[in-house]
Each structure stands twice: as C-alpha cells, then as structure tokens.
C-alpha cells in the first residue's frame, strides 16, 4: 500500500491492491450496500441515506459512533467510466447533505486496475488550499482510511 502526503502540491495519493476481480472491487466502492460494511474505520459504521452513483448524482452518509452519534458526509459524483474511474467532490456536512464551510473539501479521482486476478485501486484526492489537507491529516484521515481499506479486504475474503 501507498499513501503519500504531497503538502506542495495539496493532495495525498493512495493505491492499494485488493485480491478480486476489477468487477468485484468497483460494486465494494460504488454501491451502499457494500460500502456500508466497509467504509468506517472500527468501531466505528457507515450508514448510508442516500446513494445515486451516476455523474450529478451523490451519496449522503453518516460515520456513526459506537454510541450513536453521526458524523455526515457527501460525495457529489462528477464522472463515472464504469470499472474504470470515477471523480468526486467529498465534504462534511449535515443530515441533509448541505455542506459546512468550515471543513475540508476535497476531490477524489479513483482509477481501478486489473493486475491478473487482483484490482489496484489508485486515489487521488486534491485539495483547493494546504490547509484543508493539514486538517484532515489533522483528524487522523491516514489511520481510519487504512483501517477502513482492511475492512474491505476482510469484505473481499468472505466473496
């Protein structure tokens, strides 16, 4: 696994092999269903409220503690190439998806790969100010997307 921290050029850059098909990969990343069981880091769930995985479309979705209280993001959808790529725009926000001003915004260019019988998924997630990337270095960003990414491996073995 990769995951750099690029502070000159405000993104970080991940990529990461999964042992299944490109097929098989790309359903855990765009459909809730899957996402769900994977997302979070543990203890920790994701608990979706709304997934239209389309360009224009969005996923609303809460990082739900292990006492119930709900952190919520927003992913607005801005191209899909099917089992391929696919580009988002990620932020914090309410309930109701209306996006806080006061948190990190970043967009994330995800490319899926084909390596034999495994899928190397490689993100790219940029951000418009270096400070937004320090902030969500900051809340520990690195440590629950890994984990998280360890929760879809485990996901992967049961398939």
């Known amino acids: 696994m990769t995951f750099d921290v690029d502070r000159k050029n405000k993104q970080i850059h ?4 999964f042992a299944a098909p490109v097929e ?5 990343w765009t459909q809730s269903e899957f996402l769900d069981q994977w997302w979070a880091p543990k203890p920790w769930k994701a608990e979706t409220k709304i997934m239209d995985f389309r360009v224009g479309g969005r996923w609303l979705y809460a990082m739900v ?10 992913t607005e959808y801005k191209s899909v190439a099917p089992q391929k790529n696919y580009t988002g725009l990620v932020m914090f926000c309410d309930e109701s998806g209306n996006a806080n001003a006061d948190t990190p915004r970043s967009l994330w ?8 019988d495994s899928t190397v998924v490689d993100i790219l997630i940029k951000f418009d100010k270096l400070e937004d990337l320090e902030m969500l270095v900051g809340m520990g960003f690195e440590g629950g997307f890994k984990m998280g990414l360890s929760n879809l491996d485990e996901l992967l073995e049961k398939k």
């Open 65 to 74: 503690s292990p006492d119930g209280n709900k952190h919520w993001s927003l």
């Open 14 to 17: 991940v990529e990461r092999e």
């Open 24 to 28: 098989t990969v790309w359903s855990a």
């Open 109 to 116: 260019n995800n490319t899926f790969n084909a390596d034999g």
